[in-house]
């Protein structure tokens, strides 16, 4: 079976330009989370959907949103880019909201000069 | 405050030479603690989960366990293939269903 996948691989774009990424989660796994991981740190927590609602929300910025859709893929959107942006954007999908383990995607590198 | 410990944040070992990597924790309440490899820009490999002190898991040269206060990661007799960062993740109680990770530790081993 297919791992969670996520698009595209890297990405460069200029401050204040907008971003989306995009994240498809293991076939049967309705739960879909978002995290960045900064050089040297560990994954730190953006949003986690399940059955197309948000169910958590960690200490981002209004300028980063996400949304989940029928078929359980996941959009992560960041407006007004700054440099601090830059970062690898892990998607991790999970049967369901709790109690669950995560599986994590290979990533998109971001690149914000 | 929730938060997530590890060391040390990096270790160099020969092959075959053991050892652990340590994980303590600050948590209301555990609902569990997650042990994940990653490779250098890829993301983290899910290994372990653990949900009460005392429980163990095992895979391979790895080997988890579990107290209130910490987690070990005991790597037996391991091969260069091993090299990587180990992560370490907590899912506290009343959050949902988010994870708090530590920094990791880098693991070098040298044949």
């Known amino acids: 079976d297919a791992g969670v996948t996520q698009s595209p691989t890297h990405l460069i774009k200029t401050r204040g330009q907008q971003v989306t990424l995009r994240c498809s989660p293991i076939?049967?796994?309705?739960?879909v989370s978002w995290y960045q991981q900064v050089l040297g740190q560990g994954p730190q927590f953006i949003f986690q959907?399940?059955?197309?609602?948000?169910?958590g929300r960690g200490n981002f910025p209004d300028r980063f949103s996400a949304r989940q859709f029928p078929n359980y893929s996941s959009e992560l959107n960041v407006n007004a880019l700054l440099l601090g942006d830059s970062a690898l954007y892990l998607c991790?999908?999970?049967?369901?909201?709790?109690?669950?383990?995560?599986?994590f995607g290979p990533g998109t590198r971001l690149t914000v000069t | 405050e929730d938060q997530v410990t590890q060391s040390p944040e990096a270790l160099r070992l020969q092959e075959g030479e053991s050892s652990s990597l340590n994980c303590s924790y600050t948590v209301s309440g555990l609902r569990g603690l997650f042990w994940y490899r990653q490779d250098p820009g890829k993301g983290p490999e899910f290994l372990f989960t653990l949900y009460s002190a005392g429980e163990e898991k095992e895979k391979e040269r790895l080997k988890a366990t579990l107290t209130k206060k910490e987690s070990f990661l005991h790597i037996t007799a391991p091969k260069p293939e091993d090299s990587a960062t180990y992560l370490c993740?907590?899912?506290?109680?009343?959050?949902?269903?988010?994870?708090?990770f530590g920094k990791g530790t880098k693991l070098s081993v040298k044949p």
């Open positions: 991790a999908s999970s049967l369901a909201n709790l109690g669950y383990e995560q599986y």
């Open positions: 076939s049967g796994h309705k739960s």
């Open positions: 993740a907590v899912r506290p109680v009343g959050s949902q269903g988010n994870l708090i």
């Open positions: 959907y399940y059955e197309k609602e948000e169910r």
